[in-house]
């Protein structure tokens, strides 16, 4: 069982940054790939980005590749995503996810077995 709590959400201008952080409970976290999925208003849930347990594989979705930095730190139970040149389109509720899969899988939001209760992130034009 891993409990999840993101954090670091909040309104932005468009070209701004900003930091989420994601606290996780349990004692196999560090078993765990971890992603960071997004939802707009009236849109699905969509993938962002992941990291596998032992950080040797990262993915992006296209539209966040070069602007988003995904990092885990498995001593501190912690995975965190650097948001940069955010741009109104990024607005959206962020949801921190583990998921016991690895490889391209990680892409696919229906993998991930606990959630987060997610942040809201809001990016001004």
């Known amino acids: 069982q891993v409990q999840l709590v993101e954090s670091g959400g909040g309104l932005v201008q468009a070209g701004g940054s900003l930091r989420l952080s994601c606290a996780a409970s349990g004692r196999t976290f560090s078993r765990y790939s971890m992603g960071w999925c997004r939802q707009a208003p009236g849109e699905e849930r969509e993938f962002v980005a992941a990291i596998t347990w032992n950080t040797d594989s990262i993915y992006y979705a296209d539209s966040v590749k070069g602007r988003f930095t995904i990092s885990r730190d498995n001593a501190k139970n912690m995975v965190y995503l650097q948001m940069n040149s955010l741009k109104p389109e990024d607005t959206a509720v962020y949801y921190c996810?583990?998921?016991?899969?690895?490889?391209?899988?990680?892409?696919?939001?229906?993998?991930?077995?606990?959630w987060g209760q997610g942040t809201q992130v809001t990016v001004s034009s």
């Open positions: 996810a583990a998921s016991s899969s690895s490889g391209t899988s990680v892409r696919d939001v229906r993998v991930y077995d606990y």
